[in-house]
Nanobody
Framework: QVQLVESGGGLVQAGGSLRLSCSAS????????MGWFRQAPGKEREFVGA???????DYADFVKGRFTFSTDNAKNTVYLQMNSLKPEDTAVYYC????????????????????????WGQGTQVTVSS
């Protein structure tokens, strides 16, 4: 089992920054891929980005150049640094873990598929005001 504890959300003005954290126990990130999703009220859960073996990353187009993953191996934690935040970024943000399979590694669709993920964090609210 993998347990994910997510934190770092809050209220920020447009153009500001937040850093979300996702701490994992029970499995190393070297064997489990980490996806990030967000869900705004009345909308479907959407892919934000993913990080997997050898620190490979994949970002949704709407966050490229603004959001960045980083890791702290000693703390077994992945961070999502969010800069230049926009009101449309307002959502509950979730981290989720999946096995880093060959199909996950090579197929961007698999990284974006909710069904690829087995373990989920509790979510953290991000609110961006104009």
């Amino acid at each position: 089992q993998v347990q994910l504890v997510e934190s770092g959300g809050g209220l920020v003005q447009a153009g500001g920054s937040l850093r979300l954290s996702c701490s994992a126990s029970g499995r190393s990130f070297s064997t489990s891929a980490m996806g990030w999703f967000r869900q705004a009220p009345g909308k479907e859960r959407e892919f934000v980005g993913a990080i997997w073996s050898d620190m490979n990353t994949d970002y949704a187009d709407f966050v490229k150049g603004r959001f960045t993953f980083s890791t702290d191996n000693a703390k077994n934690t992945v961070y999502l640094q969010m800069n230049s935040l926009k009101p449309e970024d307002t959502a509950v943000y979730y981290c989720a873990a999946a096995m880093s399979t060959r199909s996950y590694y090579y197929n961007s669709y698999e990284r974006r598929r909710i069904g690829s993920y087995v373990y989920w964090g509790q979510g953290t609210q991000v609110t961006v005001s104009s």
